[in-house]
């Protein structure tokens, strides 16, 4: 049986006194696009941080494409990527020029050829040339997107991957990224507020709440188990369950 792409087992991190990630575990099939589901606080950045290598855990283990993200993290780095619109690239170089510097950073060959390919699938050709500080909100998103797609990833860790994005575009992203997966059976891993998103597009969903794992299954499963008929209710049955609690 294959493997899965992501296994977190009793995985802790903990800031101070705040327990961000409180021994959660959960596994992502290979070639899934799978939700990563929570209010403010309920520690999906920290766990997406914890998987690109970025932060340490306190404690529990994580393997990722068969390799131990503690102790091996560089060997599978460059089968991974990220994409998040809160995180900007050099702001003075152009769209072209980040894209380059980044394709020329995780090897990626003929490099004009691809960056090409992404203009067209992602329409960032008309301001290819701008600086990327001069970019508005939405724009930057399809950069970021770009970004994470240079090196044709086996795992995508994607935050908000529509976030700023009008209906239109948004539409555009969500068809891409179901396309890519299904032509490159690449997983996928977003962590996302719009549960329209997730309804159309995860297999799987992971529900967090202050660090730990409520439950997990597909959007039909989870609405089934919580009488409920969108996952938006279902998000929000769970985000509002410790209201109240210590």
């Not at 296994?7 to 327990?19: C, G």
């Not at 099939?29 to 690109?52: E, P, Q, Y």
């Not at 040339?129 to 090196?151: E, F, I, M, P």
């Not at 996302?192 to 992971?206: A, G, T």
Request: hydrophobic letters at 35%.
């Amino acid at each position: 049986m294959q493997q899965p792409a992501i296994q977190v087992e009793r995985l802790h991190k903990q800031f101070d006194e705040v327990n961000a990630v409180d021994g959660i575990s959960f596994q992502v099939d290979r070639g899934s696009i799978c939700g990563l589901l929570g209010g403010n606080g309920a520690g999906k950045t920290t766990t997406l941080s914890i998987l690109l290598g970025l932060l340490t855990p306190s404690s529990g283990t994580i393997t990722v494409l068969d390799e131990d993200m503690l102790t091996h993290r560089y060997r599978v780095l460059p089968r991974m990527n990220f994409s998040s619109p809160y995180v900007d690239l050099p702001m003075r170089l152009t769209v072209r020029e980040n894209l380059t510097v980044y394709a020329h950073l995780y090897g990626v060959p003929q490099v004009k050829r691809r960056i090409a390919q992404l203009c067209e699938q992602l329409d960032i050709g008309e301001f290819i040339g701008r600086r990327y500080g001069t970019l508005s909100a939405g724009q930057r998103t399809r950069v970021a997107l770009a970004k994470a797609l240079l090196n044709q990833p086996e795992l995508l860790l994607l935050d908000e991957p529509t976030a700023s994005l009008d209906p239109d575009s948004a539409d555009r992203i969500r068809t891409m990224l179901t396309e890519y997966q299904q032509q490159t059976g690449a997983t996928l891993l977003l962590a996302s507020h719009n549960m329209q998103e997730v309804e159309r597009i995860c297999d799987e969903v992971i529900m967090l709440r202050r660090g730990k794992v409520i439950d997990q299954g597909t959007p039909s499963e989870l609405q089934e188990r919580f009488g409920r008929d969108s996952m938006e209710q279902v998000f929000l049955d769970v985000a509002r369950a410790g209201e109240g609690t210590a």
